[in-house]
């Protein structure tokens, strides 16, 4: 087992980049601490291990979107992610659980820090997005 730790707060993106190291050209999966999966992901993983290239995040729909990244979807594809918007487009909270291929590590070298001083892992994943990944 390999771990990193994370000194201050430069957000999750940032985090994920201390595992650059250990990942090799495999696949991640990035589970944060402070959810709770009601059930199983291994069938989430197992189809995303499938793909060529790419990202995959779970949804999940809440009763207060605005607390979270929220996904507006066209037909089955995410096609923008907001963080915490005032006016949400949908229901569609994206949860902390992230499936990201080998150019993760590429994106994050290109972000730079949000308002807030940190690297978003919202900016991951909607640049996957514009690449239709």
């Known amino acids: 087992m390999n771990y990193a730790y994370q000194v201050g707060e430069g ?12 990942s090799g050209n495999d696949k991640i999966c990035v589970v944060l601490g402070d959810n709770i999966i009601e059930k199983n992901i291994r069938a989430a993983v197992e189809s ?4 060529e290239a790419g990202a995959r995040i779970l949804l999940k729909k809440v ?4 607390r979270f990244g929220v996904a507006t979807l066209k037909g089955d594809r995410v096609v923008k992610i907001v963080e915490k ?3 949400p487009e949908s229901d569609l909270a994206v ?19 949000s308002n807030r001083g940190e690297l978003e892992i919202t900016d991951v994943n909607n640049d996957y997005i514009e690449r239709g990944q």
């Open 63 to 66: 009763h207060d979107p605005e």
């Open 85 to 87: 918007p005032k006016q």
């Open 11 to 22: 957000g999750i993106a940032e985090a994920l980049r201390l595992a650059e190291q250990w």
């Open 48 to 51: 995303f291990d499938k793909v």
């Open 95 to 113: 949860i902390g659980i992230y499936m990201y291929d080998r150019q993760v590590f590429d994106i994050i070298k290109t972000l730079k820090p």
